[in-house]
């Protein structure tokens, strides 16, 4: 693809370029050179060159808080596609100017702070919660249900928090798929399930990977969300880093710790650009 | 088999409070190319959404190879549609395209690429199997589409508006090769078109619509000729006309008077009476112009020429024989060569009465 239009001046991405460069390549630049470093006695950062943080990561106690983070993150990701693919198609039909109102609703949540909003969710979800006390009222359960502090709690909070970063991508490539390949499908004997897997789907695969990548990503280095409501053992990596850095004061273990989550992120987005490059050239 | 590929029968259907069909009952034979012909907003795509499926009448049957077609949803209907749009998939090959609805009836592998492959040569794409859509030109997509429906052996193959993304040499090639390959397959064919020269050259048979309302079914000659209403009768082609009163009716002739002009006579249809308002239709080709007035027999109004357009294969002359009554006279090149007339010459327009058509107001 070529730009259209004038060649504009390079010094446009100047101020942006500027910014994230002193105020996010020179820290990370920092904390990598921190992960490669000792703890000092008191907190501190005594400067030799060492690998025996990375090493150290490599404890079964570690390795168990990166695979929940995995498997958190992924269920994450699984939930909002399957919940925000069927709305995001819902809102891509609608008349103009319902669409607009609908994707303020998606939006909403986001005027209030995420602190708050999780919070919330330990009203809903505590042993007296609002979620108990209407399931117990129902008649649907005799014993309160016990899901807060647990993965359960971690992962409905990690949904609803991300799941209009599922939504938005998934819109965009919706509103842009013409209604009439999915009649052109269903008209040649495609029943509603073909129409999806062999027309709906390949076509919107850029948003789908776009929706992923923007919900899996932040899901696996949450913090607040396992925070508040996972319970005192069911740490993820966020948490770890946090911990290391404001509670033990291990520097270099949670540099190394967050290079560590970086390293996976970037490991699975070129792996996936990987694939589809193939896809596009075979 | 059911004689007819598609019956419509008091098909009503409504868009909101709009009416877009407006009891339609229409059938389309075993083998025949049948065109609705229509302005937009007539209720044309509509018709054929309803036979694909894709919406469902208010009212009303339809039925397609004398299978009632309510309550059946479009994936399992014997019609299928080529789209205004084409609607290819762009994710896939010209031949995965057309192998699709195969595909989807679960049609041996060897079986869908000899079908696929002969549906490809018909149409002309021999070769372009592997390409995708984007690689095509605007006919060759066309082609496709079209392609796409035929593999299928559908009862009914529904077209809308086939040509009109296509440029006019183009266009006129497709009228040609359409008609061909329909003759060919010899599958049903309802296209609907706003064009009235592609639905004359193409069809069997024309329904002329409006307003949701089916005006008049008949061939091309028949609409052409015979047209019921002054709607038709310009939509099919554009007319001349002019209100009068009937004076007299004398056998099959009548004398009709106009405001402004010398009376004229035409071929009367029956129901017409002495006094009854009428309106005249005489077709642009059928007059003939001349500097002195003609011989008795034939009709003739005195015109001035307002302007003269030249466009090779013919030449247009616009009229004007009163204040607000301007005609068009059509002049094929030899006729045109033979005498040429000035911008604000005062000429004489005539034609044979049996040229003219009489329609009761």
């Known amino acids: 693809m070529s730009a259209q239009g004038p060649t504009l001046p390079r010094w446009l991405a100047a101020p942006a370029l500027g ?18 470093a000792a ?12 690998g025996a943080n990375y090493a150290a990561l490599a404890d079964p106690l570690y390795l168990r808080i990166y695979a929940r983070s995995l498997a958190l ?11 925000g693919y069927p709305l995001a198609y819902y809102i891509a039909r609608q008349p103009a100017r319902r669409q607009a109102a609908w994707l303020v609703l998606v939006m909403v949540p986001f005027w209030t702070n995420f602190l708050v909003r999780t919070y919330a969710w330990i009203f809903i979800l505590r042993t007296e919660g609002l979620l108990n006390t209407v399931l117990l009222d129902l008649h649907l359960i005799t014993d309160p249900v016990e899901i807060l502090y647990s993965d359960t709690a971690i992962l409905i909070g990690l949904i609803y928090g991300y799941l209009p970063f599922m939504v938005f991508p998934l819109y965009a490539t919706l509103s842009r798929l013409d209604p009439s390949l999915v009649e052109a499908a269903w008209d040649l004997y495609a029943r509603p399930w073909a129409v999806f897997w062999r027309v709906m789907l390949p076509l919107t695969r ?28 069911t740490m993820m990596v966020g948490n770890l880093i946090q911990h290391e850095f404001l509670v033990v004061r291990d520097w270099p273990l949670g540099a190394a710790a967050s290079f560590v989550l970086m390293g996976m992120v970037v490991l699975g987005v070129a792996a996936y650009m990987r694939v589809e490059r193939m896809r596009q050239s075979s | 088999m059911a004689e007819h590929s598609v019956e419509m029968r008091g098909v009503v259907k409504y868009h909101g409070t709009m009416l877009a069909v407006d009891h339609v009952s229409l059938e389309v034979r075993r083998g025949e ?26 009212e009303g049957a339809i039925s397609i190879d004398g299978r009632s077609m309510a309550e059946v949803p479009p994936n399992l209907r014997p019609v299928n549609l080529v789209f205004q749009s084409y609607a290819l998939f762009p994710h896939l090959t010209v031949f995965g395209n057309v192998a699709f609805g195969l595909e989807m009836h679960r049609v041996g592998r060897a079986e869908i690429v000899s079908r696929v492959h002969a549906a490809l040569d018909m ?28 593999v299928n052996r559908p009862s009914v193959v529904l077209l809308d508006e086939p040509l009109a993304a296509l440029d006019l040499p183009l266009r006129q090639e497709m009228q040609m090769e359409l008609k061909a390959i329909q003759q060919q397959v010899g599958i049903s064919f309802m296209c609907v078109t706003h064009h009235q020269e592609e639905a004359l050259t193409m069809s069997d048979r024309i329904a002329v619509m409006d307003s949701g309302r089916i005006l008049q079914v008949g061939t091309p000659r028949e609409i052409y000729d015979s047209p019921v209403s002054s709607f038709v009768a310009n939509f099919i082609g554009v007319s001349n006309t002019v209100t009068g009163l009937v004076r007299t009716v004398q056998r099959a002739e009548c004398s009709i008077e106009i405001s402004g002009l010398p009376p004229i006579v035409a071929r009367c249809p029956q129901r017409i009476a002495a006094g009854s308002r009428v309106t005249v239709l005489v077709r642009p080709e059928r007059l003939i112009l ?25 030449t247009v002359y616009l009229l004007r024989l009163t204040e607000k009554l301007t005609w068009k006279a059509r002049l094929s090149s030899s006729e045109a060569e033979r005498e040429r007339f000035q911008v604000g010459e005062e000429i004489c327009v005539a034609w044979d009465p049996q040229e003219a058509l009489v329609l009761n107001e």
């Open chain 1, 73 to 83: 993150a992924a269920l994450t990701t699984a939930f909002c596609l399957l919940l």
């Open chain 2, 290 to 314: 001349s500097r002195e007035a003609p011989g008795v027999g034939v009709n003739a109004l005195p015109a001035r020429v307002m302007q003269a357009l030249y466009s090779g294969k013919e």
């Open chain 2, 123 to 150: 149409v002309k794409l021999t070769g372009k199997a592997q390409r995708y859509p984007s690689e095509l030109s605007g006919g060759e997509q066309q082609r496709v589409a079209v392609a796409r429906a035929l």
């Open chain 1, 206 to 233: 850029p948003g789908v990977m776009a929706g992923c990548i923007l919900v899996f990503v932040p899901a696996l280095g949450a913090f607040i969300t396992p925070d508040l409501l996972g319970g005192a053992r």
């Open chain 2, 33 to 58: 190319f049948f065109s609705v012909l229509g302005p937009s907003g007539a209720g044309k795509t509509t018709l054929l959404r309803l036979l694909a499926g894709f919406e469902h009448p208010d």
């Open chain 1, 19 to 36: 910014w994230l460069g002193v105020f996010f390549f020179v820290p990370l630049l920092v904390v990598f050179l921190i992960s490669f």
């Open chain 1, 39 to 50: 703890r000092g006695t008191y907190g501190g950062v005594t400067w030799t060159f060492t």
